[in-house]
Every structure is written in C-alpha cells, then in structure tokens.
C-alpha cells in the first residue's frame, strides 16, 4: 500500500507513519517547517518514511513534486492543520485557510482522482464554541461529502 500523510512531522502524522512502515507500506509525507522537518528526521532516521519539504496545498498542483506523487497513492492522511487554540483565535482567516479551504481543496482533488482519504480532526469540532472548533467541523463535513473519512 503506498499511503501520504500531511503534517508528517506533528503527532500524530509520525504515528500513522510508523503503524504503515511497521505493515510495510510505502509512506511519503511532508511538512512545510524545515525546522520541523530536521528536527523529525534526527529523530526518526529510519522511519521508513519518505520526506517532502513542501506546503500540503502543493499536493492539488498536478507540476509540484507532491502532487505528482499523489494519483499512485492508495490512501491520503491529512493531518496538516492550524492545531493551536489561540493561535486561530487571533488569525482566523488563516484557520480558515488551513483548516476548511486547504481541507476542502484536498477532499476535492482525492476524490477526482480516486484517492481514499482520511481527514484527522479533533474532539473540539463537537459543538465547537470557538475558532478552532468550527473550521474543523466545516472540514469535517466537507470530507465526508466528498467521500473521504472524518
């Protein structure tokens, strides 16, 4: 199985990453934090797992590396977000960005191309009572229309 994660150097993008190198999948991600990205290649140096300096809105650009690879995928993990609280409090139109149009765009492209995808979300977009909350549950909403998983 080859499967791609957005924001493979956060949590739980490094989690999904092990469990598929574990079961022998071919896993590709990237990061756009080159800081993130050393850091997590220090810390993983025989992940399995190939790393793609690169912002996830260049996997829906057919001429970027990212997006080249994303029709031989099986599976799209998507767990690149704006994940702070107050970070999204004080520039939502950037959780906006982050968390609904770059979410949407991908459910979009997976869903053209026949790419399974799997949208990583948050407790917080259940009754969400802030920023943070409602773009995810927008994303939410928008992934599952487009056939993917929430």
Not at 59 to 71: D, H, Q, T, V
Not at 103 to 117: E, F, N, Q, R
Request: charged share 15%; proline share 4%; glycine share 10%.
């Amino acid at each position: 199985m080859k499967v791609f994660i957005t924001g493979l150097t956060g949590t739980l993008g490094t989690a999904i990453a092990k469990i598929h190198c574990a079961l022998g999948s071919q896993v590709w991600g990237c990061a756009r934090s080159e800081g993130r990205a050393v850091a997590w290649k220090t810390a993983n140096p025989n992940s399995g797992a190939s790393l793609i300096l690169s912002d996830a809105e260049q996997l829906a650009n057919p001429r970027s590396e990212c997006g080249r690879l994303l029709p031989s995928m099986h599976k799209l993990y998507h767990c690149a977000a704006m994940k702070h609280v107050d970070l999204c409090e004080v520039h939502p139109t950037e959780a906006m960005k982050q968390n609904v149009t770059l979410t949407s765009t991908l459910a979009a492209a997976c869903k053209d191309i026949g790419v399974a995808m799997t949208f990583i979300s948050s407790d917080k977009a259940c009754l969400p009572g802030g920023v943070y909350g409602l773009p995810k549950l927008i994303g939410e909403r928008m992934v599952i229309r487009e056939g993917g998983t929430a």
